[in-house]
Nanobody
Framework: QVQLVESGGGLVQAGGSLRLACAAS????????MAWFRQAPGKEREFVAA????????YYAESVKGRFTISRASAKNTMYLQMSSLKPEDTAVYSC?????????????????WGQGAQVTVSS
């Protein structure tokens, strides 16, 4: 079984920064893509960013491009999301996800493994 555990969420003022981490553990699996999704109250889950574990190519939603940076540390089996210039509309539960193929990185149903989520709240 593969476990993904997020950390680093919290409360921050608008314009501030936070860094989320997603640690993978359990049996070895050929993860090709890892990603961050978020879901705000009353809204559908939306894609935030993704990274190819093998090539480190990155993908971003337009709403976070230029403000968020996704990265990974292979030796630590950990993925990060550095969030800067945060806005109140970034408030959501952020979840990390992983899958064994590239496919369509923005499509949540393609991901096999999910973390439990971390709350990020941005106050105005």
């Amino acid at each position: 079984q593969v476990q993904l555990v997020e950390s680093g969420g919290g409360l921050v003022q608008a314009g501030g920064s936070l860094r989320l981490a997603c640690a993978a553990s359990g049996r070895t699996f050929s993860r090709e893509t890892m990603a961050w999704f978020r879901q705000a109250p009353g809204k559908e889950r939306e894609f935030v960013a993704a990274i190819s574990w093998r090539t480190t190519r990155t993908y971003y939603a337009e709403s976070v491009k230029g403000r968020f940076t996704i990265s990974r540390a292979s030796a630590k089996n950990t993925m990060y999301l550095q969030m800067s210039s945060l806005k109140p509309e970034d408030t959501a539960v952020y979840s990390c996800a992983a899958k064994n193929v590239m496919g369509v990185v923005t499509r949540s149903r393609e991901y096999d493994y999910w973390g439990q989520g971390a709350q990020v709240t941005v106050s105005s």
